[in-house]
Every structure is written in structure tokens, then in C-alpha cells.
């Protein structure tokens, strides 16, 4: 079982950085492709960003790539999401998400373990 908790969300001014962290209580999180996805007020929840378990493959949404990179540090059973030069659009609510499935998987289906989200906001 792995259960995972977001942090490091917050308020950030346009064009400012925040640094998203995942913490994975479980045993297996190198075991697993990891996610970020977000959700904001009466959107749907979107794909942000996802890596493999070797960190050898990531994948990006088209509105995202370039300002944020994922990352994850298996020794210490936690993922990252830095953004920079963040935009107001950025608001949402900000969630990782484990998959076994193998590669960086960019649809929410292939995740089976899920945070409870870290709000990000962003003025302008």
C-alpha cells in the first residue's frame, strides 16, 4: 500500500516559484511510476506532469513544460514538482498520484494511489 502526502503548496504572486513535495509512508515507492495532477474550481482534474520509477522518463502537459520538472529522490521516498514562473492559470488544487504501470503514464485511470492535495494559488 503506499500513501502518499503533498506539501509545500501556498501563495505565490505571477512569475514566482513553488516546490511541491510527495511523501510516500509505503515500502515499495520505488516500485512505482509517480504523478502529478491538479484540479482546479469546476474544471476537471488534468494531467501536470508524471516520471518513471528510474527517473528515466517524464512527461509533461503542453501548458506546463518548460516552467516545472518533476523529480523524485527514491532514497528518500518522495517526489518533487518545481514551478516556475507561475501563472495565475496555475491555481488549482495540486495532487501526486503512484501507478504500477510502467513509464510515466499521463492518464489518471493508471494511478491507484492518491494524496489529499496541496491548494497552490497564484495572484496576479
Known amino acids: 500500500q503506499v500513501q502518499l502526502v503533498e506539501s509545500g503548496g501556498g501563495l505565490v504572486q505571477a512569475g514566482g516559484s513553488l516546490r511541491l513535495s510527495c511523501a510516500d509512508s509505503g515500502r515499495t515507492f520505488s516500485s512505482y511510476s509517480m504523478g502529478w495532477f491538479r484540479q482546479a474550481p469546476a474544471k476537471e482534474r488534468e494531467f501536470v506532469a508524471s516520471?518513471?520509477?528510474?527517473?528515466?522518463?517524464?512527461s509533461y502537459a503542453e501548458s506546463v513544460k518548460g516552467r516545472f520538472t518533476i523529480s523524485r529522490d527514491n532514497t528518500k521516498n518522495t517526489m518533487y514538482l518545481q514551478m516556475t514562473s507561475l501563472k495565475p492559470e496555475d491555481t488549482a488544487v495540486y495532487y501526486c498520484?503512484?501507478?504500477?504501470?510502467?513509464?510515466?503514464?499521463?492518464?489518471?485511470?493508471?494511478?491507484?494511489?492518491w494524496g489529499q492535495g496541496t491548494q497552490v494559488t497564484v495572484s496576479s
Open positions: 516520471i518513471s520509477w528510474s527517473c528515466g522518463s517524464t
Open positions: 498520484a503512484a501507478s504500477p504501470i510502467a513509464g510515466a503514464p499521463r492518464y489518471s485511470s493508471a494511478y491507484s494511489d
